[in-house]
């Protein structure tokens, strides 16, 4: 079946560090790749996605990139904000499979301290 | 655009009452909507998948009888715990997907309802 693994946190930094988040994924085919975010209390929001191997999504700062030959799709943002502090989770969805369902990983606490 | 809603935002409710959830998707139309339960510090489980108009899925270890789904139109789809008990617990998410929109798979995010039993 499919599965997702990140990093498990918390992952505390200090404001305009350099962010990481390891995530690789197990899927057959050809899945669509996302990162989204969670801020205290509240649901989930896209922050990017990529459909294809080699493709890059990127949003507010933060890239990641569909790499096929390593099955991962790692987080990185360059510098970053204390307004970043929140949960990140990877996940994964394979189009017209399992009735299109969302594969999460276990998600990747971040704590940026001024 | 792509906004889904969620009333109530929390809830704390007596053990054995029922409560009720509303997910609304406010500006496109939900073909299909999702149930997840998250407990504290932990990922989003999915609880079941609804298709308007008809019954819901439910995924494998969850009690049908005892979270009611019911996806009555394009906009709404409502999460019924029934005889809730304190281990029902949580913060419960709903997300909702439009055929037509982007794709047709990509899923938009309620801001979740915390739900207490006391």
């Known amino acids: 079946g499919n599965s997702v693994t990140q990093m498990e946190g918390p992952v505390t930094l200090s404001e305009e560090a350099f962010l990481t988040i390891n995530c690789t994924y197990t899927?057959?085919?050809?899945?669509?790749l996302f990162w989204y975010v969670q801020y205290p209390g509240e649901g989930l929001q896209l922050l990017l996605k990529?459909?294809?191997?080699?493709d890059k999504g990127s949003n507010k700062g933060f890239e990641a990139t569909y790499r096929k030959e390593t099955t991962s799709f790692h987080l990185e943002k360059g510098s970053v904000q204390v307004s970043d502090s929140a949960v990140y989770f990877c996940?994964?969805?394979?189009?017209?499979?399992?009735?299109?369902?969302?594969?999460f990983g276990g998600g990747t606490r971040v704590l940026v301290k001024p | 655009g792509a906004v889904v809603s969620q009333h109530p935002s929390w809830v704390i409710c007596k053990s054995g009452t029922s409560v009720k959830i509303e997910c609304r998707s406010l500006?496109?139309?939900?073909?299909?909507m999702f149930w997840y339960r998250q407990f504290p510090k932990q990922s989003l489980m999915l609880m079941a998948t609804?298709?308007?108009?008809?019954?819901?899925?439910?995924e494998q270890g969850v009690e049908k009888d005892k979270f009611l789904i019911n996806h009555a139109s394009l906009t709404l789809s409502t999460l019924t715990v029934t005889s809730a008990h304190p281990e029902d617990s949580s913060f419960y998410i709903c997300?909702?997907?439009?055929?037509?929109?982007?794709?047709?798979?990509?899923?938009?995010f309620g801001p979740g309802t915390r739900l207490t039993v006391t």
């Open positions: 500006d496109f139309q939900a073909t299909t």
């Open positions: 990529a459909t294809k191997a080699d």
């Open positions: 899927a057959t085919g050809y899945p669509s």
């Open positions: 997300s909702a997907r439009d055929a037509l929109l982007a794709g047709g798979y990509e899923q938009y």
């Open positions: 996940a994964l969805i394979r189009i017209k499979a399992a009735g299109n369902k969302l594969t």
């Open positions: 609804s298709n308007e108009g008809s019954k819901a899925t439910y």
